[in-house]
């Protein structure tokens, strides 16, 4: 098209295009012929390409869609060579898995590695800043597996592919709520006797009795304490 056939008030153009309408029925054609093959092409891939995916998972679905898009659309493109290029990816999708089936080096090269979020109810704030975790997301993991307390918790993995893995103690011990902060219930409750104390961004555990004024957390740094609940 050239230049001065582009006009902004071009209606027409704009919603029907130049293609003559015989060419709608065509693109339905094409669309019919390229989803079955890429139906297929899933199928081929696998289970986990209808799961969660994992990174080259996903490169892959956004390449399949770059793929397909140009046949079922151009008039000038054929379906064959789209189905070839759609073979190809695939190809090169099932080499890429069975190099990280027999290389573990190659499997974290491509999948990434797992991190560790919470070690024995305390977060491990380096481990969330390099993965982009925030405190309320990984709360609202623990809040779906009705664990409200962070000393419950052992241990929680961030798996490479995006999952939460929480192992949790078999006795819980004293910890950071998980709830969230307008719930005065949890926030505003008188403190009892005894009662431990814990880092309001970490949840490093201090003793049983009130931090003085400016103490610093030894994980952390932060100088906010709370009561925690057991």
């Known amino acids: 098209m050239d230049k001065e056939d582009i006009k902004i008030n071009d209606w027409e153009r704009i919603l029907l295009g130049d293609a003559p309408a015989i060419f709608l029925v065509e693109v339905l054609l094409r669309t019919i012929v390229v989803y079955c093959a890429l139906l297929l092409a899933l199928r081929l891939m696998g289970?986990?390409?209808?799961?969660?995916l994992s990174v080259t998972e996903m490169a892959v679905?956004?390449?399949?869609?770059?793929?397909?898009?140009?046949?079922?659309?151009?008039?000038d493109r054929g379906v064959l060579l789209g189905l070839l290029v759609l073979s190809c990816a695939l190809l090169f999708h099932q080499g890429i898995n069975y190099w990280q089936l027999y290389s573990k080096r190659a499997e974290q090269l491509a999948e990434g590695r797992e991190s560790l979020l919470v070690k024995d109810g305390v977060l491990q704030m380096e481990a969330m800043k390099a993965n982009k975790i925030s405190r309320q997301q990984l709360f609202a993991a623990l809040r779906n597996k009705q664990i409200f307390n962070l000393g419950e918790v052992k241990r929680v993995y961030l798996e490479a592919a995006g999952l939460f893995s929480i192992f949790t103690f078999d006795k819980p011990q004293p910890g950071m709520p998980t709830m969230y902060e307008m719930d005065e219930e949890v926030y505003t409750r008188p403190v009892e006797e005894g009662q431990c104390y814990v880092c309001d961004t970490c949840g490093?555990?201090?003793?049983?009795?009130?931090?003085?004024?400016?103490?610093?957390?030894?994980?952390?740094?932060?100088?906010?304490?709370?009561?925690?609940?057991?």
């Open 61 to 75: 679905m956004i390449t399949l869609g770059a793929i397909v898009s140009v046949p079922m659309q151009l008039a």
């Open 204 to 230: 490093t555990l201090f003793g049983d009795h009130k931090p003085e004024e400016g103490t610093c957390c030894t994980n952390c740094g932060s100088i906010r304490w709370i009561t925690a609940i057991r």
């Open 47 to 52: 289970k986990r390409m209808t799961g969660q």
